[in-house]
């Protein structure tokens, strides 16, 4: 059966978006790839990061806002101190209010006092095992709040960049499908590995079902 102008165009567009978006893709694999063994081996010695952070704590008086509102005095803080990060955990009270400001690897546990207007910072630093392994969750999630999303403009582009990478490696999985089924006849083995993917992805989701 003659090959149409269209499936021509579809299959050549098919090849060329899965090699460029492969190679785009290629080092975020490996970076997940990495850091998703550290999740899975965080006993491993190299590996071993809580152990070996830096922890350093500093006192500052900064200038608080009329209106001790909690939104307007961690923006203040954190002005004022020149930090930027994502904000989580926070908890106030009538005399103060806490707050943690992180980035991949590097965290700040802020305390503002507003009795007397100082800020008490306790910054903990991880090595490069804990930047990776960090950078793995790192998507703003709250957990007190669920509802509420990142707040930080680098932590939103991260997300967006996950959620591109996971588009990406859906279409790679589906154009790797496409090219194979036109030389099905010269790779006979394909529909057994494929087969054998399929029962494996399935019987992990079943056991999700039965938890």
Request: with cysteine; aromatic share 14%; glycine share 8%.
């Amino acid at each position: 059966m003659p090959t149409t102008p269209l499936a021509k165009a579809l299959n050549y567009w098919n090849r060329k978006l899965h090699i460029h978006i492969g190679l785009f893709l290629l080092f975020f694999i490996w970076l997940f790839a990495c850091s998703g063994l550290l999740l899975n081996h965080s006993s491993w010695k190299f590996a071993s990061f809580w152990e070996e952070r830096e922890q350093t704590t500093t006192l500052t008086r900064i200038q608080l806002p009329a209106p001790l509102d909690s939104a307007l005095v961690i923006r203040q803080v954190v002005r004022q101190l020149g930090i930027a990060g994502e904000v989580s955990e926070i908890k106030m009270t009538l005399d103060s209010v806490d707050f943690r400001v992180t980035v991949p690897g590097y965290g700040r546990n802020l305390h503002v006092d507003f009795r007397n207007g100082l800020c008490t910072q306790k910054a903990f630093r991880f090595n490069l095992w804990g930047k990776l392994r960090t950078l793995h969750t790192f998507n703003g999630a709250n957990k007190t709040h669920p509802e509420s999303g990142p707040n930080w403009w680098v932590t939103t582009t991260w997300v967006l960049a996950m959620d591109g990478i996971a588009l990406g490696l859906l279409f790679l999985c589906v154009s790797s499908w496409v090219m194979w089924y036109k030389v099905r006849r010269e790779f006979g083995w394909g529909a057994l590995v494929l087969g054998l993917g399929l029962l494996g992805a399935g019987y992990f989701v079943f056991l999700l079902r039965m938890v």
